[in-house]
């Protein structure tokens, strides 16, 4: 799941990341949560990192559950 800001526009912001990185959205959450999921080619991944509406991942692989969050001090840290 890509994590936005508070007042980010999920919807919108999905939509407009999928276009223009290559992937479909599966769910857009709007409710405690902003953001939405999607599965996203590794390239996909380090093009939406960079978007600063985006605050963090949450990471659902084969391996189980982890999170990248944006650290303030240097930009994206290693798995919270």
């Known amino acids: 799941m ?5 007042r980010v526009d999920a ?3 999905a939509q407009e990341h999928a276009r223009a990185y290559g ?3 599966l769910r857009v959450h709007t409710g405690g949560v902003r953001g939405y ?3 996203l080619p590794h390239a ?3 093009m939406v990192a960079r978007d600063p509406r ?3 991942f949450q ?3 084969g391996l189980g559950r ?5 650290r303030e001090d240097s930009g994206w840290g290693s798995p919270a």
């Open 2 to 6: 890509v994590v936005l800001g508070d």
């Open 11 to 13: 919807e919108a912001t």
């Open 23 to 25: 992937f479909s959205v």
């Open 37 to 39: 999921s999607a599965r």
């Open 44 to 46: 996909s991944l380090a």
């Open 54 to 56: 985006v605050r963090r």
């Open 59 to 61: 990471l659902d692989g």
């Open 66 to 70: 982890r999170e990248l969050s944006r």
